[in-house]
């Protein structure tokens, strides 16, 4: 799984309500190189501390590079989360 460290202090947004993770906002991605490139690919969101944040869909292309599914840690991603 993809895992997206978010630069310090701009988890605020993020923690404010905001859905989007634009590209700016991201100190790293870690995770296998065809995950990375695969557009929707499910991704944990941590802060710059590595505490969980959220799980978002990942898009190495877009400048919004991460769109927020959730900010509970067990929510799982399902067709009834969608």
């Known amino acids: 799984m993809l895992i997206i460290t978010i630069k310090q202090g701009k988890e605020k947004t993020?923690?404010?309500g905001d859905p989007w993770i634009y590209a700016s906002a991201i100190e790293r991605v870690d995770?296998?190189?065809?995950?990375?490139?695969k557009a929707g690919a499910t991704a944990i969101v941590q802060s710059?501390?590595?505490v969980f944040?959220?799980?978002a869909?990942?898009?190495s292309k877009?400048?919004?590079r991460a769109r927020v599914w959730t900010?509970?840690?067990?929510?799982p991603i399902d067709h009834a989360l969608i």
């Open 71 to 75: 900010l509970d840690e067990g929510q």
């Open 48 to 50: 710059s501390a590595h």
């Open 57 to 59: 869909a990942y898009n």
């Open 14 to 16: 993020l923690l404010a």
């Open 31 to 37: 995770g296998r190189p065809n995950e990375k490139m």
């Open 62 to 64: 877009s400048q919004i």
């Open 53 to 55: 944040l959220a799980r």
